[in-house]
């Protein structure tokens, strides 16, 4: 049996590192090996594809989240809808959209309490929200909130009762403005009607639920004052814009369900959200932000941080164990240290002010861009380093305007004749210390290497995957010949006991056929000998009829006339063939049936079972004479009336 052949994750591990061995420069970067093991069996296609398509056709951005988890989650409603694979659960979502519901609630496990780890919130209370009242001139600005990632709204209305604690009721409505997010709609539903059960207010002081808190019929409903001051809105924490001017953002055991690249893109969008010296609270499982100087722990604890801003974090990790007091020129020393640092860095880099000037270049940047000293304080416009390897004026001027930092992935430069290099190009805005901005730092980060690298192991893995296809062909080949000869044989062996089958089935087919040939001909017999009894009986009965003296009219339940005798045809001058199935009532003949009816109704309901009466008619010549007509019920079997004998029998000669 052949087996598939791949390319071990420490064969690939072992040969990036020798190919590295050689350089004299920088190690790869994250990026770099994020791209060049796209292709080991740590990566799933199928399931890396099944998260685009639900990015593209619902919105719902998972591809940040870790991935043995998000397997986990997803794999439960495999389970449940009787799938295997990523491919087919692709294919299901497309056929059946309600399934989207189900995968996101499985997904975005909204677990989340009130007072959920009450030492947290006890903190917030007594320390950090007094800090923020005491800031902030509360007869002009307001107090800002973002709850993140809110669930069913627990923790947005916990803050609320935390705020009005310190504020007081009528404050609170005024000036404060709490923003819970979150990403699944049925969530938010949820916490918009503000509306839970006795269980889910268990963890509530009991003096907090009914101050806050109206109960009715076993539920309780947060109080609808408080409540226009919390504003519930679907929010990604990925792809849109985060809320801005915040002075508390509370962001609990959501963080922990994202991989570091991305916990490291949202803790930039917080910082960016917060005002200057705001406060960050995590979870109790989330330890991220000990080593971000974006943030300094105010508890850690409790995991409550406070905005720092960068430039500040950098003269704090700069200066903090030199002793300024014995050297007098600290700050002169301090600055030609960093020029010195800035131009022996391993990497191109330049510096652009907020008017478009160049104003520094390092060692690596001028002699790959070939800058001089006569390059510096020019327009940026005016160099070739603005647009070759890469346009860099619309970068630098979103990067400025929107104050977020940008990168640009393997730009290609032909350098030199039939060699072109590969450069990752980072663009990130620099401040001073009260946070204004001073313009944007550009690194030029080669990886050229890296991009052959890359390369190699995907024609490698290329060159694998179709020497594997070969030989799984041909295996499957193979097994399909041994398999065809095999059905052949078996398809043989099967014929020749269906043949002996056939001709036992055509014997007794045979047999069959003669017995049923007997059975026919004594069924005809029979049939031919009822026949003749059926004659001699209608024989009988039309020689009874016509041997009666006067006219006979025979009708079932419905007056319809089944039987004319030979008397009524010389009465009335009309023959059997012409009155059979008609309605007796519809005659038009001399005799006036009209008065019949009612005896004939009598007779068929069963009150009357004869009804005698005389009438003048006159017979098929004209002549008129007086009859006796006598109507009769029709009795059967069990006494049922079947219809009903119409006797006319004449009492005078017709004149």
């Not at 990523?86 to 007072?115: C, K, M, Q, R």
Request: hydrophobic letters at 40%.
């Amino acid at each position: 049996m052949l087996t598939k052949l791949r390319l071990p994750k420490s064969v690939a591990t072992k040969i990036l590192l020798q190919s590295f061995g050689g350089l004299q420069t920088k190690p790869p970067s994250p990026g770099f090996f994020k791209q060049a093991l796209m292709n080991t069996p740590e990566i799933d296609p199928e399931f890396e594809a099944l998260l685009e398509y639900i990015k593209h056709n619902r919105g719902f951005d998972f591809t940040g989240y870790k991935r043995p988890s998000l397997m986990r989650r997803v794999q439960v409603r495999m389970q449940n809808t009787d799938i295997q694979t990523y491919g087919e659960y692709t294919d299901y979502l497309e056929v059946h959209p309600e399934e989207f519901s189900y995968l996101f609630n499985t997904i975005l496990i909204n677990v989340t309490a009130f007072f959920r780890d009450r030492a947290v919130w006890e903190y917030l209370e007594k320390d950090v929200v007094p800090k923020i009242v005491a800031r902030k001139n509360l007869s002009t600005d307001r107090i800002r909130v973002w709850c993140a990632g809110c669930a069913s709204g627990q923790e947005a209305y916990t803050l609320a009762m935390v705020l009005a604690e310190v504020l007081g009721l009528e404050e609170f409505h005024q000036k404060v403005k709490i923003y819970a997010t979150n990403v699944d709609e049925i969530a938010l539903h949820q916490a918009r009607q503000a509306t839970y059960n006795a269980k889910e207010v268990e963890g509530i002081p009991p003096p907090l639920l009914e101050r806050y808190f109206n109960h009715s019929n076993g539920s309780y409903t947060f109080c609808p004052d408080l409540r226009r001051s919390v504003i519930f809105g679907r929010h990604d924490l990925l792809q849109d814009p985060p809320i801005s001017r915040i002075d508390l953002l509370s962001c609990r055991n959501t963080l922990m369900y994202f991989h570091a690249e991305t916990q490291a893109k949202i803790i930039s969008r917080f910082h960016f959200a917060l005002n200057e010296g705001s406060f960050l609270v995590l979870g109790k499982a989330e330890l991220l932000l000990t080593s971000n100087i974006s943030f300094v722990p105010l508890n850690l604890k409790q995991r409550i941080f406070i905005k720092a801003g960068l430039a500040r974090s950098r003269e704090y990790f700069m200066v903090s164990n030199y002793d300024k007091d014995q050297d007098p020129n600290f700050i002169a020393n301090n600055s030609l240290l960093r020029d010195a640092v800035f131009d022996i860095g391993n990497y191109a880099q330049i510096v652009v002010d907020v008017n478009g000037l160049l104003i520094l270049a390092n060692e690596q940047a001028r002699l790959l861009f070939k800058l001089s000293s006569k390059d510096i304080n020019r327009p940026l416009q005016d160099l070739e380093v603005s647009y070759r390897p890469v346009e860099l004026r619309s970068p630098i001027d979103e990067v400025i305007n929107t104050h977020r930092a940008a990168a640009l992935s393997s730009i290609g430069w032909a350098i030199a004749h039939n060699n072109v290099n590969y450069f990752d190009v980072q663009i990130t805005p620099l401040y001073d210390l009260l946070q204004n901005l001073l313009g944007v730092s550009v690194v030029f980060v080669e990886v050229s290497r890296y991009k052959k690298l890359q390369e190699e192991i995907e024609n490698a893995n290329q060159e694998l995957e179709m020497a594997y296809e070969q030989l799984q062909s041909t295996n499957e080949e193979l097994e399909t010949t041994n398999e065809e000869l095999q059905s052949a044989n078996e398809e043989l062996e099967t014929t020749n006991e269906e043949l002996q089958s056939t001709n036992e089935e055509l014997e007794t087919m045979n047999e069959e056929l003669q017995s049923s040939n007997e059975e026919l001909q004594t069924i005809n017999a029979e049939l031919r000998l009822r026949s003749e009894e059926l004659n001699q009986a209608n024989g009988f009965l039309e020689a009874i009829f016509n041997s009666l003296t006067g006219g006979v009219a025979v009708l079932n339940r419905e007056s319809i006339i089944q039987i004319w005798n030979e008397k009524s045809e010389d009465l009335w001058g009309l023959r059997s063939q012409e009155v059979v199935g008609q309605h007796f009532m519809n005659l038009d003949i001399g005799l006036p049936v009209e008065q019949l009816r009612q005896p004939i109704r009598d007779c068929l309901s069963g009150d009357i079972k004869t009804v005698e009466l005389s009438l003048s008619t006159v017979n098929r010549r004209g002549k008129t004479f007086q009859a006796k007509v006598t109507c009769s019920s029709l009795v059967g079997k069990l006494d049922k009336i079947r219809g009903v004998i119409v006797l006319v029998e004449a009492i005078n000669t017709p004149e």
